[in-house]
């Protein structure tokens, strides 16, 4: 089975048109190489269409870079930090932008942050246990 774009298959996983994955961001190319990793994984099960990722401050594209080149069918939009947790950032900061940028054609959904996922919080109890040598 080929990729869902290229099959033709719009992103309507739980509603969304689209997914925009939000990281905080670094000016070290570095820092950016695991989230522009889990970015290509992302568009190549969705459709490079269907997936962005986006980020806070200090780099780009920033969120409202990516909003604006959003396809004009898009209507509703996922905004899945990958934080660990809520901050201030996400108390304050990400919810101004997404109300400045939504508008009567376009819904923008602020996601929980990874880090509350209990899949995630799993991964990291299993990644601490490996390091002290426990299974």
């Known amino acids: 089975m080929g990729n869902r774009e290229t099959l033709g298959i719009k992103m309507q996983h739980k509603g969304y048109d689209h997914i925009i994955l939000l990281a905080h961001g670094s000016p070290d190319p570095l820092w950016k190489q695991p989230f522009e990793a889990l970015y290509q994984d992302v568009s ?51 919810p101004a932008q997404i109300k400045a940028l939504q508008n009567d054609h376009l819904q923008i959904d602020l996601l929980p942050p990874i880090g509350d996922d209990v899949i995630v919080k799993q991964a990291m109890q299993t990644v601490v246990a490996n390091h002290l040598g426990k299974v």
């Open 44 to 94: 190549k099960s969705y459709g490079e269409s269907n997936a962005s990722l986006a980020y806070m401050e200090l780099t780009s594209p920033s969120l409202e870079d990516v909003v604006a080149l959003l396809n004009k069918d898009v209507r509703k939009v996922a905004v899945l930090p990958l934080f660990l947790a809520v901050g201030r950032h996400l108390r304050h900061d990400v």
